[in-house]
């Protein structure tokens, strides 16, 4: 039967890419206020979607943010349910103008799909939506039963989902949880994330005179609120890049050498990753590798910062304000609330005296590791087996999916998550975009994985 | 007949205020090459109204940038010879939503005109024009002989302005060279400005990966340019706000007790000052006054800085280049060309790995000093005190009018700095303006000033 399913996905791919096309012509930008209609219009796509691909049932359901898009199929009631989580929303777009390709008219180029979203994380959602119409048009006895909750807040930290979780455990209860929002770690190489980051961010403003000022007539007898700002961002770390924020390491375990063999043996090629990023030399926290660095060890990063005159040439202007935007990845057993607490307290204690300085704190997400030895991990990896002919990868990410940890606490049943994009594929920056072939072969793998696990 | 010239302009007031709007309305922003079409056209009203106000010679002068526009009118060969210098160029006018009315629709409310450029330095050229014109019109044997030489430069450090000056040395040659481009100390009190500081600035700019990368992804392996911008900038100053750059504070005589003692007697009510600017505290370089910071002391300000993610809320993004601008203030005896060799030594110095770093200099200018007991400036005093009716400071400016230094050097004539301005009319920021009670007393105290001078 799997084979019969394949089949029907090869025969519709022209279709399912000009579907995919309308999805990621949406601008569902969920943090900026002015995109809120075209987010709702994300979510109406997947719902109408649901219904399209024969669920029985497909509904928007309202959070106090964006909504969520909830929908079911259950086929057999002795069957595994599978709960499907993805998200509709996109990141910004800015700067625009380095965009090869309007970000919201996907182009495909060289068999990649350009567009924001196209990765992250609508191209993988589709692929799991057309990876069930797929099994409904085929199979009159699906293997599994399927649910799926699409959110429309993933990229801003998922705030009203585990609040809608909570109140809706009995609706989303399933067997598993399948997320594909995460990478290969290379080209042909099967992954699985057993672990993610955690996330806490703060804005700090720092405000100076009512107005600007002539740094003529008032250079050197006001502080600059520019200085304050640098003062503070820079004191967040020392010359070896060790966070100096009080107790920020404090509650993650030693690394275990075990760990650290494991992870030296994901094979980075740092020379041709320098070249590829067009950086003189990767640096960052000492003592630890780059893959540690960016997936088992904590970050500080300035995520944006602005403040005076940034046209052309010079304004000799003293400016009254200066903003700094920082989010921390976190690793276990870092809260994302102490660590926020822990944060405002230090910019606080740096602040100099001759300006105002506020701390706002963005939404959290908590970090997340789980054993890798689950049959519904090896399951998966069995799957991606089947179709890429080579050995999974066991890895954690370094990005942040705050709902997993949620999820895993509410519902209690194992995570997996099994992502189809690519690591140089732009997620987040201009020009971001998704290869086809793993669009093919990932919905082979999902087809596999999905009669995998009706096998009782 | 000073008496009947200042009849003149009061019959006339009405129309003056009218062409002084006219000027004020010309967005002559040479910062900006978007506004080159204006910047010219302010030359142009300026020429068009010195053949108005009956010179016998004006006309729009090219250089390499904006042109300069250079008039005479001589009356009497052996009278002595006025050169005024102005500039009708004015500075960028962002952030436009915090200003209360257009910045180029000129806009007179509570007896203070309000536009770019009304007091820094369209306002304070236009009453020179029309002193001028009121000599002129009324006086057949005008005391002095006039020049004017206005340039569209000022606000970019008058980059072309030595060059033209040399050239046209002899062309410029006066007895005196009167600048109205500063602020009396406080209402009703006459100023001398007998020193300026100078300028040199640096744009700072950090380039990282070849495009945004996802915080997640990378964040902790590659080096944030923000980070490496901040470590820079935050190094340019000690806790005491000392500049740190080597040399930087080499060439600047220790400050003599009596010059201490002279600023120490400029009453600033600082209390005053940090109400009206709102902020906690001023603050500054330590061991020195508010005052000797402001005027007798270097400074080292951050203009703008920018990289990032700038919109609401979060964006996990690691920014691929990061942006500082900074223009140091000089006193006698620093020279810009070396400041700004050694901040350009400094920045590399300090630069961390895993970035690219690039330095641009920015023009510059010379500071200046000059002895006050010439009679040239004592009769300038003579003047204000006619019309203030109330003792004349000296003091040495903040700003920089890089020009005057120039001058100084080229003409080896006294160059008089008698400014009508109030200092917090909020040059270089929004709501500019000028009090017209400085516009009226100011006109009448440069009549005072041409009838001293002619008297030989």
Known sequence: MQKQVIQFLKDNRERHLEELQDFLKIPSISSLSEHKEDTLRGAQWVEQELHNIGFQEAKIMETDGHPVVYGEYIADGNAPTVLVYGHYDVQPVDPVHLWDSEPFEPTIRDEKIYARGATDDKGQVFMHLKVMEAVINQDDTPPVNFKVLIEGEEEIGSPNLPKFADEHA?????DLVIVSDSALVEKGKPTITYGLRGLAGIQIDVEGANSDLHSGEYGGGVVNPI?????????????NNFIQVEDF????PELSQDERDALARVSVNEDQLKDDLGVPALDGEAGYSYVERTS??????????????????????????????????LVPDQDPEHIVQQLTKHVHS?????????????????????????????????????VYQNDTAYVRGGGSIPIVAELDRILNV??????FGLPDENLHAPNEHFHLENFDQGMETLVHYMYLLGEQ
Do not use: W
Request: net charge positive; glycine share 8%.
């Open 227 to 239: 200085h304050a700002l640098v003062k503070i961002v820079d004191s967040f770390r020392d010359d």
């Open 414 to 419: 194992p995570v997996v998550l099994m992502g």
């Open 350 to 386: 740096k602040a100099p005296v001759g300006v105002n300085v506020s701390v706002t704190p963005f939404d959290k997400g908590k970090p997340y590791v789980t054993p890798f030895d689950h049959p519904v991990i090896q399951k998966a990896a069995q799957a991606y087996e089947t």
């Open 296 to 329: 088992v060890r904590p970050t500080l990063e300035v995520n944006g910062i602005y403040g005076g005159f940034q046209g052309e040439g010079i304004k000799t202007v003293l400016p009254n304000q200066a903003t700094a935007k920082i989010t921390c990845r």
């Open 249 to 252: 390491y404090r509650d993650i």
């Open 170 to 174: 009995n609706q989303l209860n399933a």
